[in-house]
């Protein structure tokens, strides 16, 4: 089972959008709509900001938002803030397989 | 206040065996699937095993598979990895992760508390 496929890095300016994607096969992505995404912060533990692709966990800003389409899920962030620059990290369910669970890669945003 | 405490971790020479345990307060516990995620340096997360509430069932990574295994008491809300024949790729920080539960719904492939992390070395 190979890792989910997500950008390195992805940068925006305050007050901008950004959208990372995150890209993995029918047998993941493609079949559950169990995809989440984690920011972590540097020396931090990851937090949970979207889980069954689009939903936000109570707490969690509505400027984060996720979307799916065939084997590719999105993250994206409006009105760019400074707090927002982390790594984040999307995550599915895998199903039959041996294999529980994938990450991705994780991508770096920078605020600029 | 929920609380996730990694403990166990350290340096470990390769083929060297290790326990990690994770302890959890101010949730209930044995309603959570229950996940060990790392970290190695510079790089992103990484699943390494689940276990269902009552421990029927588990799932690991196929890089660890036959090597770790993880266990749980759910009456002394603690979580285990007992780490053997240990390789330099090993090398991280192990989280202890909760499913997420919302509701009535309860998911184990997202994770929602998490501890601070226990950093393995493996090195000679």
């Known amino acids: 089972q190979s890792a989910l496929t997500q950008p390195a890095s992805v940068s925006g300016s305050p007050g901008q959008s950004i959208t990372i994607s995150c890209t993995g096969t029918?047998?993941?992505?493609?079949?559950?709509?169990?995809v989440s995404w984690y920011q972590q912060h540097p020396g931090k533990a990851p937090k949970l900001i979207i889980y069954e692709a689009i939903k936000r966990p109570s707490g969690v800003s509505n400027r984060f938002s996720g979307s799916k389409s065939g084997n590719t899920a999105s993250l994206t962030i409006s009105q760019l803030q400074p707090e927002d620059e982390a790594d984040y990290h999307c995550?599915?369910?895998?199903?039959?397989?041996?294999?529980?669970?994938?990450f991705g890669g994780g991508t770096k945003l920078t605020v600029l | 206040e929920v609380q996730v405490v990694e403990s166990g971790g350290g340096l470990v020479q390769p083929g060297g065996s290790l326990r990690l345990s994770c302890e959890v307060s101010g949730f209930t516990f044995g309603n959570y699937w229950m996940s060990w995620v790392r970290q190695a340096p510079g790089k992103g997360l990484e699943w390494v095993a689940n276990i269902k509430q009552d421990g029927s069932e588990r799932h690991y990574v196929d890089s660890v598979r036959g090597r770790f295994t993880i266990s749980r008491d759910n009456l002394k809300n603690s979580l285990s990895l007992q780490m053997n024949s240990l390789r330099a790729e090993d090398t991280a920080v192990y989280y202890c992760a909760s499913g997420f539960c919302t509701g009535d719904v309860c998911y184990r492939s997202s994770f929602d508390y998490w501890g601070q992390g226990t950093l393995v070395t493996v090195s000679s």
């Open positions: 995550c599915s369910y895998v199903g039959s397989s041996p294999v529980d669970v994938v």
């Open positions: 029918r047998s993941d992505v493609g079949t559950y709509n169990l």
